[in-house]
Each structure stands twice: as C-alpha cells, then as structure tokens.
C-alpha cells in the first residue's frame, strides 16, 4: 500500500437477509418523499418498512410498529425488539390495552426497554414475539396508521429524502424482517402481499 494512504475497510452496513421472494417484488414507478415526523434519532429506514402513501402529494410515511422481545407481565417496563422506530410520546396498543412511551433505552444490545407512563392494561400478559402499533392515543384500539405499501430499499432519514415504494411482494418472512409488521397492516395490504408463518 503507498505510503500516506489509509483506507476504512469498516463495514458500514450489514449485508441484508432476504426477507421475500425477490423476483415477486414489483415497485411503484417514481419515488416518495419521505415524511420525517416523528424519526427524530432514526438514521435509516430499512427494506420492508410499512408505509401509508399519499399518490396524490407523492409522499410516504413510516407505519411505527414495534415487536415485544421478552414477555411481559406488568409494570412499566417492556423490552422489545431492538433498533425499533419507536420514539417518546408515542401510544403503543394491541387493539385492546395500551400504554404511551415516556422514555427508551437502547444501552442493552439485545433489545431496547421501553418506559411506559403506566402498565399496559389491567393484568395483561404480552408474549414475546407479539407486534404492537402505534395508537392514535392511550385508550384508542385502532392504529394511528395502517400499510399500503412497503419501503423497497434501505433509505438514508434526511431532509429530502425519498423511497421506493413495493406493491406487491410474495413469501415475505416475518421472522427476517427488521421492522415487524403488525397483523393490522397484514389485512390493510391485502392480497398484493403474501406472509409465510
């Protein structure tokens, strides 16, 4: 190597599992401007990602989900599936209960701890694995929002960006994904999307 010459071989991303049949993908022509609300702290969106779109303004915004890593009993604690989009403020639900995020944790490098205002319900056992969306409010059993599409490719959250936007994709691994997608956003999509179990 000459001198005076130093190259970072870090690896910057990981390479990507396969979380679909790749050849059933179709994409949306054109790209979505990347609605930023709520990803403060966020640095990429990755493949998969639900989003809601909006054709008419042409913009596209992240459906936040998060997936339970350990079960949960009670208290204020949840643990839940690392690197998840969740943010303070927010309201999680399962149609049923639910909880808004006071504080989050990310030091353990197995999961992130959610710090919730209260208990999520009244004597409510969540096992791990479970996807809870986010709420419009405490007590509200719907989503804020449900899927129609799903992002194609890792995007960069900044000013201006944009994405790629899948409408159809078959034997999609629930497991793989890295952003869960909840059973809510399953029956939004509809049939132009197909999971395996």
């Known amino acids: ?25 179709y994409r949306y022509s054109g790209g979505f401007n990347l609605v930023l609300t709520n990803l403060t702290g ?13 054709f008419k303004k042409r913009q596209a915004t992240v459906v936040i989900n998060v997936e ?5 009993t009670t208290g204020t604690s949840m643990k839940v599936k690392k690197n998840s989009l969740a943010y303070v403020g927010m309201f999680i639900g399962d149609g049923t209960n639910g ?9 353990n490098a197995d999961y992130d701890t959610l710090t919730l205002a209260a208990a999520f319900g009244s004597s409510v056992t969540v096992e791990a694995g ?11 059993t719907e989503p804020k929002a449900t ?11 900044e000013e201006g960006a944009t994405v790629t936007a899948i409408g159809r994709a ?8 890295i952003v869960p997608i909840s059973e809510k956003d399953k029956a939004s999509l509809g049939d132009r999307f197909m999971f395996t179990y």
């Open 68 to 72: 339970v890593a350990e079960k949960y």
């Open 42 to 54: 966020v640095k990429t969106i990755p493949p998969l990602t639900p989003l809601v779109l909006d």
């Open 170 to 177: 078959y034997e999609i691994r629930p497991t793989k994904l």
């Open 1 to 25: 190597m000459p001198a005076g010459l130093h190259y970072n071989l870090e690896q910057i991303e990981k390479p990507t599992p396969e979380m679909c049949r790749i050849e059933t993908i």
């Open 147 to 157: 899927a129609t599409a799903l992002n194609y490719a890792t995007t960069k959250v």
């Open 130 to 140: 479970t996807v809870l969306f986010e709420a419009k409010a405490q007590d509200d």
């Open 99 to 107: 909880a808004k995020v006071n504080k989050i944790d990310k030091a």
